[in-house]
């Protein structure tokens, strides 16, 4: 059996990253989803080990120093990090592993995984993101604002990736994301 493959997605906010991902992880059989770990709380209607693994921060501090985590990182006084252990053990079955990361946390990855493969979601516009998140009712427009200019600062590294999806209409979008997959599989040597 062939080893799975290690896909790295991001996209800044407001780009359909995890509508996209909703509906290419239907299929459990040939992909994996990471679970990150917390030193958060838990919010309202989150369950452990599907949203996230809640841990306290001492479990974390343990787990890192054990090296049990691909990448880690302090965000708002809580850790946040991606579990190494069922990375490895999905890979050794065969299915590919993705992992819906920030930017910063990709590039942690870059640096320690040359097998890792690298997926940008993009917006067609940064007026395109704005709408989106005005569209989803969530938030004032002063957070709006601030996302928006996150997502300026964000695009400008899409060409540290491998490769970019840009999701303008979504049924292609998906299509795409599923055709890199598949021409990651294909590739020799990585």
């Keep these: 059996m062939a080893r799975g493959k290690l896909i790295v997605v991001s996209a800044p906010s407001g780009c359909g990253k995890g509508t996209i991902l909703g509906r290419v992880l239907a299929d459990q059989e040939r992909f994996y989803y990471s679970v990150s770990a917390t030193t958060r709380n838990p919010r309202e209607g989150e369950v452990n080990g599907t949203h996230y693994w809640f841990l306290t921060r ?14 880690h990182a302090q965000f708002c006084d809580h850790y946040y990090g991606t579990p190494l252990g069922p990375i490895e053990e999905h890979l050794a079955k065969g299915q590919d592993v993705i992992l819906e990361i920030e930017v910063q946390g ?32 969530t938030e004032t427009m002063d957070v709006i604002e601030k996302r928006v200019a996150q997502a ?11 490769y970019c999806v840009v999701n303008d209409d979504l049924d292609t ?10 021409a990651i599989e294909l590739r020799v040597g990585k």
């Design 106 to 137: 990709a590039m942690q990855i870059r640096g320690k995984r040359p097998d890792a493969n690298f997926i940008f979601i993009a917006p067609p516009s940064l007026e395109t993101v704005r709408e989106r998140l005005i569209g989803r009712g």
């Design 173 to 182: 979008a998906v299509a795409d994301f599923l055709s890199v997959v598949r």
């Design 152 to 162: 300026e600062k964000e695009l400008k590294l899409r060409d540290q990736y491998d």
């Design 58 to 71: 001492e479990d974390f501090e343990q787990k890192i120093a054990q090296g049990e985590f691909l990448e």
